[in-house]
């Protein structure tokens, strides 16, 4: 390529493109804003303004529109034209800075004027958890929020630590509000010798939450006293409010199935062991049971060197009998080579589900709002009987507003709980 068509080619490249600069400034101070994102609307070219709003981007000569955005102010566009300049203000974004959250006293107020780090969940996000309880379908939705579950029986309570304070053995967990009332998350019970009982916060329908906001930080404590020292939640349950004059109803049902994560690999080959049946690394030759370390981890005999056949048993003295009325009596010699491991599982484990069902009513207008909830939750555990939960709740938020300055409102909510949930531990009272 000759040396003169190679310099009319790049000043062809440096006319197809041209410069524009400006300033970008906050409509409401006249103040630079530095950090702002300035593109060719279309394309990736671009800037960023410097510590005092200003800005030089290459555009080329057939752009038509730059675009102009910043977090926390309205993105704005400016047609290019044969200007070499361009100066634009932008202006806050009051929708986002204007975000309405309740106040320590149960007031509403705006985001940015509260003192305290917060986090707001809306209660749909909750709702589409397809948990059955608030505090789970928390879990995962708000940053520096840990949700520890106590156990996957249905209604069992869980754990819940906001960033801060850590301890080995106290409790640090947070002040829990709901609508103005403070509530319990502890829990009673578990051990070798108990269930994990549930929560009170399981007792709230989750489809009755407007919106969950958590609060960290020192500053909750200033505004909610000592007990708030490991953090707030603030719950707001729904209000009425629809056209005014008209009823808004809504129904809805979910049904959901849970499994087992996985099984764990069982042996086929070898019968019950039980330590002190016979001497150590010895066999006893009546029940076949191999006596080692004399503890009941010791293994069984051999299930294909049995005789086969129905097992020996004692019907002279005691017995077990299950809930179909089958007796089980003493085994005094085992024949039989057949392995019971996994049909013993699956009489064990089940599929479990639950079925849901909610209804609300809505309505309100400039002088009041009503909202009015029904809801029933039945739910069976993942272990065959005595795993079960059975929520029916009610919900009644009224509110009558005289003027600009009086007001009255009421809450009233109605929970009924029946609910049975396996023993945890080495409590043998309690063994499926």
Do not use: C
Request: charged letters at 15%; zero cysteines; hydrophobic letters at 30%.
């Amino acid at each position: 390529m000759s040396p003169i068509l190679m310099v009319g080619l790049l000043q062809q490249a440096v006319a197809q493109n041209r410069q524009i600069s400006g300033r970008v400034t906050d409509r409401s101070t006249g103040q630079g804003l530095p950090g702002v994102t300035v593109l060719v609307k279309g394309t990736t070219t671009g800037a960023t303004t410097n510590s005092d709003g200003a800005y030089l981007i290459n555009v080329p000569t057939d752009a038509a529109t730059l675009t102009f955005s910043s977090i926390g102010y309205v993105n704005l566009e400016r047609a290019v034209g044969s200007a070499a300049t361009i100066d634009v203000a932008l202006a806050a974004d009051t929708k986002q800075l204007g975000e309405v959250v309740v106040s320590a006293l149960g007031l509403e107020q705006r985001r940015d004027e509260q003192g305290t780090a917060t986090s707001r969940v809306s209660g749909n996000a909750v709702t589409q958890s397809g948990e059955t309880s608030v505090i789970t379908g928390l879990a995962g939705k708000a940053s520096g929020v840990q949700i520890t579950r106590s156990s996957g029986d249905p209604g069992a309570g869980a754990y819940i630590q906001i960033r801060g304070q850590n301890t080995i053995t106290g409790n640090v967990q947070p002040l829990i509000v709901v609508d103005g009332t403070p509530i319990s998350n502890s829990t009673l019970g578990g051990g070798v010798d108990g269930v994990t009982q549930q929560s009170r916060l399981n007792d709230i329908n989750p489809n009755d939450i407007a919106s969950i906001q958590v609060l960290k930080g020192a500053s909750a404590a200033a505004l909610w006293g000592s007990r708030a020292a490991s953090g707030v939640l603030i719950i707001t349950t729904k209000k009425g409010s629809t056209a005014a004059g008209k009823l808004s109803v809504t129904y809805g049902a979910t049904y959901s199935l849970d499994k087992i994560s996985y099984q764990h690999d069982l042996q086929q080959s070898y019968g019950r062991g039980s330590g002190g049946v016979a001497a150590i690394g010895t066999t006893n030759p009546t029940t076949g049971f191999t006596g080692t370390n004399n503890n009941a981890n010791s293994w069984g005999d051999k299930l294909s060197s049995r005789a086969g056949g129905p097992d020996d048993v004692n019907t002279t003295g005691a017995y077990f009998q299950a809930a179909d009325g089958t007796r089980y009596y003493p085994v005094t010699k085992k024949n039989d080579r057949t392995s019971y491991l996994d049909k013993n599982f699956d009489g064990v484990f089940q599929t479990g589900h639950f079925l849901e069902n909610n209804l609300s009513l809505s309505a309100g207008d400039k002088d009041g709002n009503i909202f009015i909830s029904l809801s029933d939750l039945n739910q069976e555990g993942i272990i065959r009987q005595g795993s079960d939960y059975r929520r029916s709740t009610a919900r009644v938020n009224a509110e009558k507003r005289f003027n600009n300055i009086v007001r009255l409102g009421g809450n009233f909510t109605y929970s009924k709980i029946n609910s049975n949930r396996i023993q945890q531990g080495s409590n043998t009272s309690g063994s499926t």
